[in-house]
């Protein structure tokens, strides 16, 4: 289009005539040939050296290439002390994140090896967080493999206006080398597979089968909730004006399909039975449990002194180096000297901030726990129920101990009539069957509504009153459509729907004038002030008559004194003289 001559080492070319253009595709094509085999060879000779071993790679802090080139224990015992407990927490705790509190609280950092910045590959000491805990728990350097391909370069995106391509995780069974027992490491394979599975199953994906780790809801059987029908896992929601109900709910198919919901179960009942044979079965081995506790609690406060012994002794000997820098420069070089003296300064605090530390942690936490202390503990751990129902226990602690002891549980309430049936698939393999007593809205459902009935009748038949006949229902482990306890209202309700005849105090005769005990019926008050029984029903309405029942249902017994009859009849007269002048 314009004229360009273009010119390599061998010749001019003329993009104008049909043959350079020929020459200049087929050289083109011939160059970038080239370049391919040549970066298919790199390629393929990093690759073969990667399968030998021998390709040397970034390692993590707890990892350092020995004089020989070979791969060892970081030789700094912190570091080794830290990354030790980074996974003695996390198989007692389970969760990256139970693990980074842990750590912020007892003020315990992490070592890190940064690829970038002033000094490179070199160990530092970081605040633990989420990601930090979590990359070292997937690395699987530190369980001793050689590993190659962990990550490879998949599409990518325009970030302004510059294609940057996008880094992928490769799934463990597609990396490219993987050398078991290649190195020394701090856990074994095995270990690290497992530690693999709990941290996906930590995510809340209910529909991928994960249990998820315990949080601080209520129900008890988050995560561990089977549909009995579908066989699904079930989900959660919180309803109530307060959302503090949990309900388990299985809503895969309206997920999948649109269709309705599969089932819905009311969870605090079935967690309170779950509560009842979780410490039933406890309780044979509550005195190895609090001895075991005990154990925990010993091996904890030791694994901590170690740590802070050897964060004071770092901090000492960088007190000491910075002492020996100051030391070394000359006197006459203030300019260095300064700089090395405030050097010396901020690592003297450092060091005084860290034993202050450690005497506050050595107040707070004593490293030998007196004999009452540990009286303490051991009736503490033989008390199962006060210490699963304590204040301090919290909903996510209880959730961890069930996990321990249960593996899964199966939920179905429609497979027995007015009950919620329910599998338990303990940690050890074996299976049990249970059953509880459902929320019902009418007794048309109610679990056993014939043998109710009779007892109603019979008490009834018994001279029962209502709130003794629901106190008898209470005692006796009968409970109410909705699982509440029986009031006298409930069975009022019930003799109405049953044509059960209310027991009165007379017996089934008529009321009389006046009770044994010098009230009135509401026919005695009728007769005594002249006026009809249902203008005596509006005056106690109003309050102008005082009456009880001794429960609903039951006559009245009305106070009436001769005073109150002859105030009331000369306002009766009244009322009568008004109405006819009126007329």
Same mark, same amino acid.
């Given at each position: 289009?314009?004229?360009?001559?273009?010119?390599?080492?061998?010749?001019?070319?003329?993009?104008?005539?049909?043959?350079?253009?020929?020459?200049?595709?087929?050289?083109?094509?011939?160059?970038?040939?080239?370049?391919?085999?040549?970066?298919?060879?790199?390629?393929?000779?990093?690759?073969?050296?990667?399968?030998?071993?021998?390709?040397?790679?970034?390692?993590?802090?707890?990892?350092?290439?020995?004089?020989?080139?070979?791969?060892?224990?970081?030789?700094?015992?912190?570091?080794?002390?830290?990354?030790?407990?980074?996974?003695?927490?996390?198989?007692?705790?389970?969760?990256?994140?139970?693990?980074?509190?842990?750590?912020?609280?007892?003020?315990?950092?992490?070592?890190?090896?940064?690829?970038?910045?002033?000094?490179?590959?070199?160990?530092?000491?970081?605040?633990?967080?989420?990601?930090?805990?979590?990359?070292?728990?997937?690395?699987?350097?530190?369980?001793?493999?050689?590993?190659?391909?962990?990550?490879?370069?998949?599409?990518?995106?325009?970030?302004?206006?510059?294609?940057?391509?996008?880094?992928?995780?490769?799934?463990?069974?597609?990396?490219?080398?993987?050398?078991?027992?290649?190195?020394?490491?701090?856990?074994?394979?095995?270990?690290?597979? &497992?530690? +693999?599975?709990? !941290?996906?199953?930590?995510?809340? %994906? @209910? $529909? *991928?089968?994960?249990?998820?780790?315990?949080?601080?809801?209520?129900?008890?059987?988050?995560?561990?909730?089977?549909?009995?029908?579908?066989?699904?896992?079930?989900?959660?929601?919180?309803?109530?004006?307060?959302?503090?109900?949990?309900?388990?709910?299985?809503?895969?198919?309206?997920?999948?399909?649109?269709?309705?919901?599969?089932?819905?179960?009311?969870?605090?009942?079935?967690?309170?039975?779950?509560?009842?044979?979780?410490?039933?079965?406890?309780?044979?081995?509550?005195?190895?449990?609090?001895?075991?506790?005990?154990?925990?609690?010993?091996?904890?406060?030791?694994?901590? &002194?170690? +740590?802070?012994? !050897?964060?004071?002794?770092?901090? %000492? @000997? $960088? *007190?000491?180096?910075?002492?020996?820098?100051?030391?070394?420069?000359?006197?006459?070089?203030?300019?260095?000297?300064?700089?090395?003296?405030?050097?010396?300064?901020?690592?003297?605090?450092?060091?005084?901030?860290?034993?202050?530390?450690?005497?506050?942690?050595?107040?707070?936490?004593?490293?030998?726990?007196?004999?009452?202390?540990?009286?303490?503990?051991?009736?503490?751990?033989?008390?199962?129920?006060?210490?699963?129902?304590?204040?301090?226990?919290?909903?996510?602690?209880?959730?961890?101990?069930?996990?321990?002891?249960?593996?899964?549980?199966?939920?179905?309430?429609?497979?027995?009539?007015?009950?919620?049936?329910?599998?338990?698939?303990?940690?050890?393999? *074996?299976?049990?069957?249970?059953?509880?007593?459902?929320?019902?809205?009418?007794?048309?459902?109610?679990?056993?509504?014939?043998?109710?009935?009779?007892?109603?009748?019979?008490?009834?038949?018994?001279?029962?009153?209502?709130?003794?006949?629901?106190?008898?229902?209470?005692?006796?482990?009968?409970?109410?459509?909705?699982?509440?306890?029986?009031?006298?209202?409930?069975?009022?309700?019930?003799?109405?729907?049953?044509?059960?005849?209310?027991?009165?105090?007379?017996?089934?005769?008529?009321?009389?004038?006046?009770?044994?005990?010098?009230?009135?019926?509401?026919?005695?008050?009728?007769?005594?002030?002249?006026?009809?029984?249902?203008?005596?029903?509006?005056?106690? *309405?109003?309050?102008?008559?005082?009456?009880?029942?001794?429960?609903?249902?039951?006559?009245?017994?009305?106070?009436?004194?001769?005073?109150?009859?002859?105030?009331?009849?000369?306002?009766?007269?009244?009322?009568?003289?008004?109405?006819?002048?009126?007329?």
């Amino acid at each position: 289009m314009f004229g360009v001559i273009i010119a390599d080492g061998e010749r001019l070319y003329d993009p104008c005539a049909y043959h350079d253009r020929l020459l200049l595709g087929l050289s083109g094509i011939m160059s970038e040939a080239e370049l391919h085999q040549i970066k298919q060879r790199l390629h393929q000779g990093e690759r073969q050296k990667a399968a030998r071993g021998e390709l040397r790679l970034c390692l993590p802090a707890g990892l350092a290439h020995g004089p020989a080139g070979q791969i060892i224990l970081n030789p700094d015992e912190e570091v080794q002390a830290r990354l030790s407990l980074v996974f003695s927490k996390f198989r007692e705790l389970g969760s990256a994140r139970a693990v980074m509190r842990y750590l912020q609280k007892e003020n315990l950092p992490l070592p890190m090896r940064p690829l970038r910045g002033p000094a490179p590959h070199e160990v530092v000491w970081q605040e633990a967080s989420n990601p930090r805990v979590l990359s070292i728990l997937h690395n699987p350097g530190y369980a001793g493999a050689y590993v190659y391909g962990r990550r490879r370069l998949h599409g990518g995106r325009l970030r302004q206006d510059v294609y940057r391509p996008r880094t992928v995780k490769v799934p463990i069974e597609d990396w490219e080398v993987c050398l078991q027992a290649a190195h020394p490491g701090y856990i074994g394979w095995e270990e690290f597979m &497992e530690n +693999q599975r709990r !941290l996906e199953n930590n995510i809340n %994906r @209910y $529909e *991928a089968g994960h249990s998820g780790a315990p949080r601080k809801g209520a129900a008890l059987l988050q995560g561990i909730a089977v549909c009995g029908r579908c066989g699904r896992r079930m989900s959660l929601r919180y309803s109530g004006p307060a959302a503090n109900y949990p309900v388990y709910t299985c809503r895969a198919d309206r997920g999948h399909d649109g269709g309705p919901l599969c089932q819905e179960i009311r969870a605090l009942p079935v967690d309170a039975r779950i509560e009842r044979i979780l410490l039933e079965a406890l309780t044979p081995d509550r005195i190895a449990i609090a001895v075991a506790a005990l154990g925990e609690i010993e091996e904890e406060t030791r694994q901590l &002194e170690r +740590q802070w012994a !050897l964060r004071r002794e770092r901090a %000492r @000997y $960088e *007190a000491e180096r910075a002492r020996r820098q100051y030391d070394a420069v000359e006197p006459e070089n203030r300019l260095v000297a300064r700089s090395l003296e405030r050097g010396w300064e901020e690592k003297l605090r450092a060091a005084e901030a860290i034993e202050q530390d450690y005497e506050r942690w050595r107040r707070d936490e004593p490293l030998v726990l007196s004999e009452v202390d540990r009286e303490s503990l051991l009736v503490l751990g033989e008390d199962l129920p006060g210490l699963w129902h304590a204040l301090s226990t919290t909903p996510a602690e209880r959730k961890s101990i069930l996990r321990l002891i249960i593996c899964e549980v199966v939920l179905d309430q429609k497979r027995l009539h007015g009950q919620v049936w329910f599998k338990i698939l303990w940690q050890t393999g *074996a299976t049990s069957e249970h059953s509880v007593q459902r929320r019902v809205h009418t007794y048309g459902d109610y679990i056993d509504i014939d043998k109710l009935r009779v007892r109603v009748t019979e008490l009834n038949a018994a001279g029962k009153m209502d709130k003794e006949i629901a106190s008898a229902l209470n005692a006796e482990g009968f409970l109410a459509a909705r699982n509440c306890a029986f009031t006298g209202e409930n069975v009022w309700l019930l003799r109405k729907r049953w044509g059960l005849p209310t027991v009165k105090i007379n017996g089934k005769s008529s009321n009389p004038i006046q009770w044994p005990d010098g009230t009135y019926s509401v026919q005695g008050a009728a007769a005594a002030l002249g006026i009809t029984p249902q203008v005596i029903f509006d005056y106690l *309405a109003r309050g102008w008559l005082k009456g009880r029942q001794l429960t609903k249902g039951q006559p009245w017994q009305i106070e009436l004194s001769d005073s109150q009859i002859s105030a009331l009849r000369e306002r009766i007269a009244r009322n009568r003289r008004s109405r006819k002048e009126a007329l």
